[in-house]
Structures are given as C-alpha cells and as structure tokens.
C-alpha cells in the first residue's frame, strides 16, 4: 500500500471516530492505473504506476498537482488502462479567472476524438456538470445541468461496466446511464478546456466491482 493510501484509510478512521460512524470499507481492488503528482515539478513521461500516455498534448506536474502545458483547447491525457471496464476517480480544482474552465473525466477512449466523458466547468455562480460520448470529435448524447456551488474543487468518479456508466460527484451518485458502445479504445485518463489550466489530482482507475474484493 502506498504512503499516500495509507494516509487516507488513517484519516477515513480518524474523522468517522470523530463523527461517531463507521469507518468506510477499505478499498481492496488492485489499481489498475493511478498516480498521486506529489513530486517535483516536471513534464509528465508516465504515471506512477508505470503507464506512458498515448500520444496527445503535453502535461506537467506543478506543485504536486497535475496541468496541462497549455491551457488553449480542449486536451486531454490518456492511457491505456488495459481493460473497457473501469472505475475511474480524479479530484478536480477548476480555475476560474476570464474564463470558464472545464475539466474531467474520460474513459473508453481510443484517442482525443473518441471517448466518454464526465466534467465540470465553472458557470458564474455555480458549475456545469456535462456528460457526452465524443465520435469522431463530435459531442453524442449529451447531459448536462447546473450545480448551484460556489466551490470549485470536487471529486470526480465513472464507472463504467458493460453498457452502464453510473457517475458519482463526490461520493454521491449524480446519473445512472445506459451508454451504446462507441470508441473500441481503453484509454482512461482526464480532460481539460475552458481555456484555464486547471488542477487535477490523485487519479486512481480500478476494475469495477466489490471494493472488499481483491480481484
């Protein structure tokens, strides 16, 4: 188990002792992806967990946060997760300045023109969930609705099995959809645009299933 695992079974135990519930299960599904971005600043050449991104624009850690190199377009990183099936989690910390940023989320991506996707972006006073399956670059069936939070920092989590992609914003179910398979890829990784390079952090993609299950 990694140091920074660790710490969050730690502080899961301490702060349920504080509230006077049970602590969370533990987690015991093998990563099949993840990497924290505490380290120095550099250009990122693979994840921590081993895994090169596919071809596609360049990101950077930052102060142990993870951003793009540019902040123009819409770019994403991708790797291949070596499986269609995925539960996928990012923490996401949206800029917001001129711009609305928007970052997320993509998963059964066969490159940055093919994938689903689930993110956010800033809206004024609140923030656009948006959920699209990208074919060929174009957005299909597409959802989206407004969060009334003056926060911009949230966590972000898909999974996807079979032809049901259920989607979670910070812990809480938000969509359950059936999704028609699209892009045959398995990439899985995250999705910035809004022209801000915003934060990301501690992205984490395990197979789906039982989280007492080691399988």
């Not at 928007?102 to 656009?128: H, S, T």
């Amino acid at each position: 188990m990694s140091f920074s695992e660790f710490k969050r079974h730690a502080f899961n135990v301490l702060f349920a002792a504080l509230l006077g519930k049970e602590p969370l299960p533990v987690n015991c599904r093998p990563w099949l992806v993840h990497d924290t971005f505490n380290r120095p600043n550099e250009a990122i050449a693979q994840l921590a967990s081993g895994h090169r991104p596919l071809p596609g624009a360049a990101w950077r850690v930052e102060n142990g946060q993870l951003r793009p190199a540019s902040a123009e377009g819409t770019t994403c990183l991708l790797v291949n997760a070596g499986a269609r099936d995925v539960d996928a989690s990012v923490d996401i910390f949206l800029e917001q300045t001129r711009n609305e940023a928007a970052a997320g989320l993509a998963v059964r991506a066969a490159d940055a023109g093919n994938m689903d996707r689930f993110f956010l972006q800033a809206k004024g006073p609140g923030v656009e969930a948006r959920i699209d399956t990208l074919i060929n670059g174009q957005r299909r069936a597409e959802e989206r609705w407004i969060i009334p939070a003056i926060k911009r920092g949230f966590t972000l989590r898909v999974v996807a099995a079979g032809d049901e992609f259920i989607y979670l914003i910070d812990g809480t179910e938000v969509k359950r959809l059936k999704r028609a398979p699209s892009a045959a890829g398995m990439g899985v990784g995250v999705v910035n645009g809004g022209g801000e390079a915003s934060r990301l952090d501690n992205l984490e993609v395990r197979a789906p299933g039982s989280v007492f299950s080691a399988q």
